[in-house]
């Protein structure tokens, strides 16, 4: 019989962290150590510069710019692509777009985010309100809905079933996953990545969902370590790895609501 996680003893075994970032069992298995655009991620991209002549993405997130190749203003992307999931299953021009980060993408036409555009994006609330939009935008096409903003809980949508087996064929969207966890976190929002991570893994522990092997490694080694928190980051990386290496132990979506309201509470997933 699988030892169920439950709310009680959430993640008790998880009181003494080992101090890496990635887990154990992936590299042990790939001997690798992270892949370089994690490394540039968490290091804050110390080697991208920074042209302050280019605005692309704060012009864009401002609504003052029309996104290219698809020539679409930020809001009308968010109206006429809602659930449009064609569209955002087949084009791809535009998710460098909703997501810029410092580094390229596939995209020539979009710029990479500049660091002087950083902080005016950051600070003012309709930009970040477009990219909490873009977020739920790309939930909605995977299959989850944000239930809160603040912890980053997410449940199932009512198509859920589709648009799983669709994410579970399609691994182009792994890499567009990375590139969202990334961007959130870049803009403050990173509170928002563990609540991904951890429905993923609950559906993979609890549900045998979202369970294929190129799903379980882009997030072993990516989407894991999308994070800047380190405890947080050495936590979630721990919980996965206890989840991957004994098949008798299961995250169970009751520890994983558990766990965001002990975060919520504490300022920490750690156990006292």
Known sequence: MRRVLSSDNTLNLFRNFRTIAVPRSTRL??????????????????????????????EFYSNKRRCQPDNL????????WKADYDKLEYKHGYIQWLFPLREYGMNYKAQPLQKHEI???KEDPTVIARLRRSYTTMLDFYGMDLVS??????????????????????P???????RILKCLSEFGLEQL????????????SENGQ????????????????????????????ETIEKARSDPEWVF?????????????ETGSFKTT
């Open 210 to 237: 979202l369970n294929t092997q190129t799903i379980q490694s882009s997030m072993d080694r990516w989407w894991a370590n999308c994070l800047r928190n380190e405890e947080e980051r050495i936590w979630v990386n």
């Open 149 to 170: 903003n603040e912890t980053g809980e997410l449940r199932r949508t009512d198509d859920w079933q589709e648009r799983y087996r669709n994410l579970a064929r399609a």
């Open 73 to 80: 203003l930020i809001d009308d992307l968010h109206e006429q």
């Open 29 to 58: 298995l790939s001997k690798m150590s992270l892949p370089g655009d994690i490394r540039e991620f968490l290091e804050g991209y110390p080697r991208a510069p920074d042209d302050t002549r280019l605005n692309a993405n704060l």
């Open 119 to 121: 902080t005016p994006m």
């Open 172 to 178: 182009h969207n792994n890499l567009r996953i990375s």
């Open 252 to 264: 169970t979506m009751e520890a994983y609501r558990e766990a965001l309201r002990r975060r919520k």
């Open 193 to 204: 990545n563990a609540g991904f991570l951890l429905f993923v893994l609950a559906e993979q």
